[in-house]
């Protein structure tokens, strides 16, 4: 029988371990500051698995209308989308345009502009041994998408993905992420309207109706998030054997070399790290420096922060809040180990936590073991490069490793002996506006990538086609084999 996408009896073990932990382990439901209500629409859920089973095909034009209406969502609700930012994370609205406006019109609007050069099939040459022929890669569509969005960027993380699904000729059921409850509630009222909802399902909802959705039969899966859940979304997904594209964090090093100019990297490192009061999984997540200079780094640090915020940044209107009370006790616990040198203030009333840099840590602190993702900064001395590689090296590979040289040999040393997802030299968080580099992780950071043409690429299956003709049908590739047949199939293949 034809397993439907609720076909869900009494779930097996392994199936009911995983959801109990993911359940567990995301951001607890429990949460005041979270959306609620599990809500999720069985029928319209079965409509678009029955419609992707059939086969339903999606043309061109409908998908250029589905990125209009994306567009058009941007466009209708720029200023609702700057006003929920605002209360969800406390984002001025400068650097709110610029990352979930700016960059999600952009992204879609490349979209439009290349969609019919990329599924235009793409030839490649037909050997002599399977001529006359012709061979070409065709793009497909997965079939029905999951997306798992997450809070720090709500729209970016939503849209951008989804964008990449429907110009593929996906299907889309899209789970809004409960702690920006202001930026979901928009998209929940209004996202459907501009798609066409035959297609496109917007879900708000917590922890179990995560789990529930993991339950279910789709053909793709995007999560963003936390490597920990990570690990859940795809124990999940290993159920139906459905490909995945996770987006993860990770702790992000910055190796800051002798010959770097401390005031512009300081600037440039404080800018990444305090965007977004330090909830980006591309900041900068802690500094490695000679340590004579560590204290001098610092020192330029405390002057960019305050040049960026004044001397008291929780009145700037460019500094943002904690997304909730929850990573608001996980941050400030952070800083019980080492020594606060800038900062440290914070007023549990009103989710703030000043820009923070934190130093003379030991070795083992948890602030230089799990991801920060907030606004502290460490800094840490070395003796000689080979030692901050060798503690780069030592843990799991990042998804953005920064270097600060004029060095050009040492680039290249360094660029080609750390692993990372994307390598930034001497600037942080630029790799994100320039669409033609993929972003994603490698190992512990992600697997799988987006923006631009790959956003495109994660939806869609790159499909082998050959077509024969029925004329020239050689008996040498046909039983029974002789030794001049043998020799004649190697010149073929050769």
Sequence with gaps: MRRTLFMEPALEPEKSAWRNIFVSQFIPASNPESVVEDCIPRDRLEQLRKAVDAGVARPISWRLAQLDGLLRFVNDHEDGMLAALKADLGRCRAEARLADISMVRSEIRLI?????RWLQPRVVRTPLAAQPGKSWIQQEPFGLALILGTWNYPFQQILIPLAGALAAGNAAVVKLPESARHSAALMAAQLERYVDAEAVIVISGGPETASRLLACRFDKIFFTGSGRIGRVVMAAAAANLTPVTLELGGKNPVIVAADAPLDVTARRIAWGRFMNTGQLCVAPDYVLVPEHLRLPLIEEIRSAIESFYGPDPKRSDSYGRIVNRTHFA??????????????????EEDRYIAPTVITDLPADAAVLQEEIFGPILPVVGYGELDEALALIRSRPKP????????NRRLQQRLIGSVSAGSVIVNDVLVSQVIQGLPFGGVGDSGMGSFHGRYSFDAFSHAKAVVRRSFRADLDVRYPPFTDIKDRILQWLLS
Excluded at 112 to 116: D, E, F, I, T
């Design 399 to 406: 998804l953005v490793f920064h270097l600060f040289t004029t």
């Design 112 to 116: 439009q502009k290349n969609l019919r």
């Design 330 to 347: 996980r941050l400030l616990a952070l800083l019980n180990e080492g020594r606060i040198a800038v900062g440290g203030s914070s007023d």
